[in-house]
């Protein structure tokens, strides 16, 4: 290590010595050894939390609410983002739901979307739904409808302001030399345009679905009961009556992390391969 | 230009490892803080207590969720201790369970120096917990003039959850969990668990439990009834009895389940939500772990106004809730003065009416010095309110907290988790 190094090192550590410290609690705290009802070295809470289905059962249901929303929130941003990225006052409207926090946004869907919501009153006063049993259950729903829906409100802005962004950084000339050797429009999208977006923002959207792995508040006003999403899980079981077992709250917390961090290095592995992207 | 500074992988581990190594050395030593603080004061003389409190600070952590609560709190309790005693209260929200792990958070961080938080909301598994993990300061509650008025003959009072609070936790109201529904939907609401299962047949869809606190305690009152009353569970916990108490309520619950508000298949995240759900008129009943809060709720106007009470036959579950010190208390002084005025008669009569809190005394209030007895015999009886008598012959007792955890642990597993 030369001297010149360690100046940046030391900020670099600096900024990441509270995650550091984080996870290395999380780790004795899984192992049983930090953290309420922690007594001895076991791996009892390790095995109680892999061992167990409701684990993998949130595991899959976050993973799957996660992907689809952000499959949503992406195609919905790269859709707008090429018909505002000209429109000052579209843009803005675009990326209005990023000043919106997670909470209210969860809020506005519970008193839209659930079965005595807005949108129920509205189909009752029309005469579609006589009661609110018969509206579509879309809150605390087997298939987190209205969780997938505000989770890709709020990552759609989050997409469309990197997509913009990214837009505006593409060389155009190679557009223009395709359509003059005679490509149509749809040709140049698809092989000009969407490989140079896809490249700019993928980075982004991985980040999306990472972050909303880990979301809780939208969860805990949304999800419902059974499957427990992973956020709502790990906090039931950091405040589970039974002390011996908080300790598998701080299990299922670093299996999130490792998938998250999985994905992310899949992704890094992924964009290392493509072509004249430099790291 | 890189982000990361080129160095050897050994050394950006080394260096994290330094990092890990310097903020856990905090934690390693575990030695006993000054548990002994507010047990010392509790030998002193009261007066030389409350002049050591006199411009100081407590902090006490509570539950935060119910606005009419923190009213009581910060509107009416913290200008009284700062106008009588010079002493500032400060509320923050922080649920019992999240007191343990914040407490051993602090204890395994900081070793012997004091901590936050001066005063805790407690009662029952989190009491428990507390003592479990030698979290609490005491004794000290016997020290408190006003420990003298409370109605040391109740049952429910001087056992929490069976344990006994002597000392370590000093009571500061006592609730009794009641169903709540609206009198015009439900002009005859049942009164018995066989009436009640008959009325969840008859009305698919309207019915359900949430499935925090209250839920568990609807469930826990449910297996006294089905499982041959309270008696047979009480006096510590046995695993026997313990199983064929909730095989009684589990098949109980499997046979209604179909007819509950979405089959079943999901469960209200906690009695707000319930709340939400019945004055949005998806389901038709509601509960609460006090049997006031039917009062306090229509007057905040979260609930119809035609919404009353109804206890089951079969009894229902009533406890006291305390305020405790932590081990690590950095005012005890200030704690106990605010113990003490919060069992004081004025204190406790003003929470007790229904468009303050409706939390019931913990006070033997025939025995209270003259205007007293009088003065809470008119706390006005609201509509909605259950007559005194009425409460004290359906209240039944908490049993050990260990049913409350294993019943909690099965339901999610069993019940919960094969939701079709």
Redesign the interface.
């Given at each position: 290590m030369t001297r010149r190094n360690v100046a940046p090192l030391a900020a670099v550590l600096l900024i990441a010595s509270p995650v550091i410290v984080g996870v290395a609690y999380t780790i004795l705290a899984a192992l049983g050894l930090r953290g309420a009802g922690a007594s001895e070295l076991t791996v009892r809470h390790v095995a109680a939390a892999l061992g167990g289905w409701d684990t993998w059962r949130g595991v899959g249901w976050t993973l799957a609410t996660a992907a689809v929303a952000t499959a949503v929130a992406a195609a919905a941003a790269f859709t707008v983002a090429l018909r505002v990225q000209q429109s000052p006052l579209g843009r803005l409207l675009a990326v209005l739901p990023l000043a919106v926090p997670h909470v209210a946004a969860a809020l506005a869907a519970l008193l839209l979307l659930s079965q005595s919501g807005w949108v129920s009153r509205l189909t009752h006063a029309a005469g579609l739904t006589p009661t609110p049993a018969d509206f579509p259950a879309l809150v605390y729903d087997r298939f987190g409808v209205s969780l997938v829906l505000a989770f890709a409100w709020k990552e759609f802005a989050y997409l469309v302001l990197t997509a913009v962004a990214v837009l505006g950084t593409l060389d155009r000339a190679s557009d223009e030399v395709a359509r003059t050797l005679g490509a149509s429009a749809r040709q140049v999208f698809w092989r000009i345009t969407w490989p140079q977006l896809w490249r700019g923002t993928s980075p982004a959207v991985i980040a999306a679905f990472a972050f909303l792995i880990g979301q809780y508040e939208m969860p805990a006003l949304l999800a419902p009961s059974t499957p427990t999403a992973l956020p709502l899980l790990i906090y039931e079981r950091s405040v589970d009556p039974n002390l011996l077992r908080r300790g598998e709250a701080y299990v299922v917390a670093l299996l999130a992390l490792t998938l998250c961090a999985g994905l992310i290095a899949a992704h890094g592995i992924w964009r290392r391969r493509l072509p004249g992207v430099t790291r | 230009m890189h982000l990361?500074?080129?160095?050897?992988r050994g050394?950006?581990l080394r260096?994290?490892a330094a990092?890990?190594a310097l903020?856990?050395a905090g934690?390693a030593c575990r030695e006993n803080p000054r548990a002994a603080s507010a047990q010392e004061l509790a030998e002193g003389p009261w007066s030389t207590l409350v002049a050591q409190a006199r411009g100081t600070t407590v902090i006490w952590r509570m539950w935060r969720g119910d606005p009419a609560i923190n009213a009581y709190v910060d509107k009416w309790v913290a200008p009284r201790m700062q106008e009588q005693f010079g002493v500032e209260v400060q509320a923050v929200d922080s649920?019992g369970?999240?007191m343990?792990?914040t407490l051993?958070?602090e204890r395994?961080a900081r070793g012997g120096t004091a901590g936050t938080t001066s005063l805790l909301w407690i009662n029952g598994?989190t009491f428990a917990?507390l003592q479990?993990?030698h979290l609490l300061a005491g004794p000290w509650t016997m020290r408190l003039p006003n420990a003298a008025l409370v109605d040391a003959a109740s049952p429910i009072i001087t056992r929490d959850f069976e344990q006994d609070p002597t000392g370590y936790e000093s009571p500061w109201g006592m609730v009794q969990f009641a169903l709540i529904y609206d009198v015009e939907r439900t002009p005859n609401p049942p009164t018995t668990i066989p009436a009640l299962a008959a009325w969840i047949r008859a009305h698919p869809?309207r019915f359900t439990h949430d499935?925090s606190f209250t839920g568990l305690t609807f469930l826990k009152g449910l297996m006294y009834g089905l499982g041959g009353g309270v008696e047979r569970f009480q006096h510590g916990f046995d695993e026997a009895r313990y199983v064929q108490g909730r095989d009684a309520l589990f098949s109980w619950l499997q046979s209604v389940r179909p007819y509950f508000w979405?089959e079943g298949?999901?469960?209200?995240?906690d009695v707000a939500a319930m709340h939400r759900?019945f004055a949005?008129?998806?389901i038709d009943f509601t509960m609460s772990n006090n049997q006031n809060e039917v009062v306090t709720k229509v007057r905040q106007g979260i609930l119809p106004p035609t919404s009353r009470a109804v206890l089951l036959d079969e009894g229902t579950i009533a406890n006291a809730h305390y305020v405790g010190v932590p081990f690590n208390a950095p005012n005890p002084a200030g704690a106990m003065v605010l113990a003490n005025f919060l069992l004081s008669p004025e204190a406790q009569l003003e929470k007790q009416r229904g468009e303050v809190w409706g939390d019931g005394t913990v006070l033997n209030v025939p025995a209270l010095p003259e205007p007293w007895p009088a003065r809470f015999a008119d706390v006005a009886t609201d509509a909605a309110a259950l007559p005194y008598d009425v409460l004290a012959a359906h209240a039944r007792p908490e049993v050990h907290?260990q049913y409350?955890?294993h019943l909690?642990?099965d339901w999610?597993?069993v019940m919960?988790?094969d939701?079709r």
């Open positions: - | 990361f500074p080129r160095v050897g050394g950006l260096a994290a990092v890990v903020a856990l934690g649920q369970p999240e343990v792990n051993v958070t395994e598994e917990q479990q993990e869809g499935q979405r298949t999901t469960y209200p995240p759900l949005n008129g998806e907290p409350h955890t909690l642990d999610r597993r919960r988790a939701a």
